[in-house]
């Protein structure tokens, strides 16, 4: 049995719910892209794809020095 496939999804549920969490502890005003109502169906319904929309397009950019 061939490992691979199980570590790619291990990681990628991993990745999901770190999005969730950091997610649930992100201020609505910070937010970008959409409203917290909308990042709720994006994430839940769009699983991993979802997840890496809130990565790069929805969590708030790092203050800039």
């Known amino acids: 049995m061939d490992a691979g496939p199980v570590v790619v999804g291990v990681a990628a549920v991993a990745f999901w719910g770190y999005c969730l969490w950091d997610f649930t502890r992100t201020d609505e005003r910070d937010m970008r892209t959409f409203t917290r109502p909308v990042w709720v169906v994006v994430l839940v319904l ?6 890496l929309l809130w990565f790069f397009a929805g ?7």
Not at 59 to 65: E, I, K, T, W
Request: positive net charge; proline residues 23%.
């Open 46 to 51: 769009g699983s991993t794809v979802g997840a």
């Open 59 to 65: 969590r708030p950019q790092p203050p800039r020095r």
